[in-house]
């Protein structure tokens, strides 16, 4: 990542001779926060590790970088990640937006070459209501966040929405920040091909999918995956 950085910043006038300097300080403030180091460019200015970055601006060590980027990526509620690394709820979740949002846009979407196709909506806190978990390396998901009904992109737990091929097998996920139907059904159309079968469950974002050149069929929670 060290060598990355120094790639990417010698760009806006970065003194390169001094970057072993740079690497030595950097290697002095592994016991502090990633940023402690920083090197001053030609015009002036200062840079560190995550000049530019989601994380430009905060303090935190590595293994809490690390550790939240892991958090994020396995799906663990940001509020149970605040208790864990006692940082401040609304900060976390700001930043996992960033996050979320950065992953978004790199994403490249095609339409799935499948004729019938089903779609559903899950939230954070469901699955494995009933899995028993009997190794103790593997507990039950900690459900910290209860909050009933359709959840939202501000409550975190926000939807998932998951567009399945039955004949590929292929799917495609996408984080929404609401389950309304401005929300979902430009991503079905998106994902589908015209003509196509979309199998789904009653929910009303649904219901105007006919007119839009698909077969739309539904059926009672989950039944017709």
């Not at 060598?3 to 030595?24: E, L, Q, T």
Request: hydrophobic share 30%.
């Amino acid at each position: 990542m060290l060598r990355f950085f120094m790639h990417n910043i010698a760009s806006p006038g970065v003194d390169v001779s001094k970057m072993s300097m740079f690497r030595a300080r950097f290697e002095d403030s592994k016991k502090g926060s990633c940023a402690d180091s920083h090197l001053r460019s030609k015009n002036g200015h200062f840079y560190n590790l995550f000049t530019k970055t989601v994380w430009q601006g905060t303090h935190h060590k590595c293994p809490i970088i690390i550790r939240i980027l892991q958090g994020v990526a396995q799906g663990v509620s940001t509020l149970h990640l605040s208790q864990e690394l006692v940082i401040d709820r609304k900060h976390l979740l700001k930043r996992r937006h960033k996050l979320q949002n950065f992953v978004d846009e790199a994403s490249i979407r095609i339409p799935l070459p499948d004729t019938v196709t089903e779609v559903d909506e899950m939230y954070q806190n469901a699955g494995e209501k009933s899995v028993k978990h009997t190794d103790p390396n593997d507990p039950p998901r900690r459900r910290s966040n209860k909050t009933r009904g359709h959840g939202t992109w501000d409550s975190d737990r926000p939807p998932v929405l998951g567009i399945i091929g039955r004949e590929s097998g292929q799917i495609q996920l996408e984080v929404k920040h609401n389950s309304a139907r401005k929300d979902l059904e430009p991503i079905v159309l998106k994902a589908t091909q015209p003509g196509a079968t979309i199998n789904t469950d009653e929910w009303g974002a649904y219901n105007k999918l006919a007119k839009a050149d698909r077969l739309h069929v539904t059926g009672s929670g989950g039944i017709y995956c």
